[in-house]
């Protein structure tokens, strides 16, 4: 069997992240003030966000230094392992060439900390005592508690009902690393308040929990917010993984015809695609894909306008695709994957037909992990299946052709926290939305 693993030395970490911005065909449109629907001023979002990170949401540099501090903390797992996923190939027959960037090595399981260090560090830097935020499944609340951790930075976390319940280990890490986890909607805001007068029997949604945290950080003079997906900032951050991956694929010897990453608000996604995109802009001839749960389709079948970020409307407007600020989608097991809306940068990527984009029922999704666990080994996390299925079928397309493609997808995160949704799938009481 080939040589299967790409490990870069950690002195060839990339030192910069890039920031696709200045390099857009056009440029993006500006986030809108809510309340006036007038272009948003940086001091507007100061409230809400350390001063570095809204100058890099804004920024026309195409690279951003990484500071010393957030390298050191990154070199705990990164640069992170590139795979051939060769037994993959045997399995499915395929001429194809099947590479994986796993991301899926980080304390906290996933690509989130690339982001929710860099986050906490700027915050720390600037004076921040506490910050806010919202979790869907618990992956972004747990990156967060770990990353504020490390700079001594107290973190609250307003954590979706249903996963507060359904996922208790989530919430076990997150309490681990130290922060404060209670279930969204809650009686500790006033929109949380109104949503459980209003809906006495909701169990709670990712649009909810955005506004209790944002109202919260907002009324709170020493606390600031934390996003981790959709924003600017937070697409450059990620783009480490893209980087490494481009100097891992000069180890193989080999070049991506096809990059696929799970889209949620589009943060994976745009770590491992960014970069390749650049590489298309500047003439080179490849396909960057997003997968998405045809339960949430933002990308393959939502609106490209203006929308808000969450159900209270107080976070700026963005343009982008959106299935509507107050779309709250079946409960699926990929809770990463669950939001009504997905990154500017992303979105306008793909109504300028640079990326593109498709979608999978739950079924599908979860073979394809399955598929993936008996023959690379690892784990896939529910959201990560869903760039396995595309990079699945788009291998067996190359065994219908004769063509020798070589298809790279990002490994976004482990399964060990879903045990039971595969339980369920084993069981055959998945359904299939
Ligand atoms: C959060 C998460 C996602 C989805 O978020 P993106 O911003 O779209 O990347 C995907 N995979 C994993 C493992 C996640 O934790």
Redesign the pocket.
């Known amino acids: 069997m080939e040589y299967t693993k790409y490990i870069l030395d950690e002195n060839d970490m990339p030192k910069k992240w890039y920031n696709i911005l200045p390099d857009m065909p056009t440029p993006l449109e500006p986030p809108l003030n809510p309340a006036t629907n007038e272009p948003i001023k940086p001091e507007e979002l100061e409230p809400l966000f350390a001063r570095e990170l809204i100058k890099q949401e804004m920024s026309d540099k195409r690279y951003i230094n990484i500071p010393d501090e957030i390298k050191d903390i990154y070199k705990l797992w990164r640069p992170s392992p590139l795979y051939r996923a060769s037994r993959l190939e045997k399995e499915l027959d395929t001429p194809a060439k099947i590479y994986y960037k796993h ?2 090595v980080s304390p906290a ?4 900390p690339n982001t929710s260090i860099a986050q906490a560090y700027y915050n720390m830097k600037e004076g921040t005592e506490r910050i806010t935020t919202e979790t ?2 618990g ?2 609340g747990s ?1 967060l508690s770990l990353a504020c951790n490390y700079f001594d930075i107290e973190c609250k976390v307003y954590m979706v009902q249903s996963s507060f319940y359904q996922k208790p280990y989530r919430k076990s890490l997150i309490n681990l690393w130290g922060a404060n986890v209670i279930p969204s909607p809650s009686n500790e805001t006033q929109f949380g308040r109104k949503i459980q007068e209003d809906f006495p029997d909701t169990s709670g949604s990712l649009g909810i929990a955005i506004s209790e945290a944002v109202e919260d950080a907002a009324l709170n003079d020493n606390t600031k917010y934390a996003l ?3 924003l600017n900032h ?1 697409m450059h951050h ?1 783009t480490i993984i893209g980087l490494e991956t481009q100097e891992q694929m000069k180890m193989a010897e080999d070049y991506p015809d096809i990059v696929i ?11 491992i695609g960014l970069p390749f995109i650049k590489d298309k802009i500047d003439g080179n001839d490849l396909r960057v894909i997003g997968v998405e749960p045809s339960a949430c389709p933002t990308l393959s079948a939502g609106e490209f306008r203006y929308d808000y970020g969450d159900m209270a409307k107080m976070t700026p407007l963005l343009k982008m695709h959106t299935l509507g600020y107050d779309f709250i989608p079946p409960a699926i097991h ?1 809770g ?2 669950r ?1 009504h809306g997905c ?1 500017p940068i992303i979105s306008q990527l793909v109504n300028e037909g640079l990326m593109e984009a498709t979608n999978y029922h739950q079924i599908e999704v979860f073979e394809a992990g399955v598929t993936f666990a008996r023959t690379e080994g690892f784990a896939p ?1 529910p ?2 299946s869903h760039a396995i299925k595309c990079a699945i079928d788009e291998a067996l397309k190359c065994k219908e052709t004769g063509e020798e493609k070589t298809i790279l997808l990002n490994l ?2 482990h399964g060990h926290f879903d045990m039971t949704s595969y339980d369920k799938y084993f069981n055959g009481e998945l359904g299939n939305e």
């Open positions: 991301e899926g399981g996933s690509h989130k869907g499944a992956q972004w990156a981790g997906s959709v937070v990620q990453g799970c889209c949620g608000g589009g943060s994976n996604l745009a770590g990929a990463g994957l939001y990154s996390a959201e990560s976004s995160g």
